[in-house]
């Protein structure tokens, strides 16, 4: 059992940075490849940016590739999603997920692949 709390949200200017974390509970974290996702209001979840259990390996969204970086440390139970040069079309509330067994870049994007969900935090970006 992985319980995820999302924190780190807020409202920003486009062009601004935010930092997103992800704490999780359970001592088999670094076992679990981690994502994140989005889902703006009238709009299915979609995909982020993903991250294997070692972190050797980095997914992202075309959208989203070179502006966010996500990264994790499996010492202290955390998730990171670093977002740089936002966008309104970034608005969105961002969920991080944990799921065992994933492993490969198909899976890690798929958000059905997933067995652990947060409850999920609100991104605005005005323009």
């Known amino acids: 059992q992985v319980q995820l709390a999302e924190s780190g949200g807020g409202l920003v200017q486009a062009g601004g940075s935010l930092r997103l974390s992800c704490a999780a509970s359970?001592?088999?974290?670094?076992?679990?490849?981690m994502g994140w996702f989005r889902q703006a209001p009238g709009k299915e979840r979609e995909f982020v940016a993903g991250i294997n259990w070692t972190g050797g390996n980095t997914y992202y969204a075309d959208s989203v590739k070179g502006r966010f970086t996500i990264s994790r440390d499996n010492a202290k139970n955390t998730l990171t999603l670093q977002m740089n040069s936002l966008k309104p079309e970034d608005t969105a509330n961002y969920y991080c997920?944990?799921?065992?067994?994933?492993?490969?870049?198909?899976?890690?994007?798929?958000?059905?692949?997933?067995?652990?969900w947060g409850q999920g935090t609100q991104v605005t970006v005005s323009a």
């Open positions: 359970g001592r088999t974290f670094s076992t679990y490849a």
């Open positions: 997920a944990a799921g065992r067994y994933l492993t490969s870049g198909d899976l890690i994007r798929r958000d059905r692949a997933y067995d652990y």
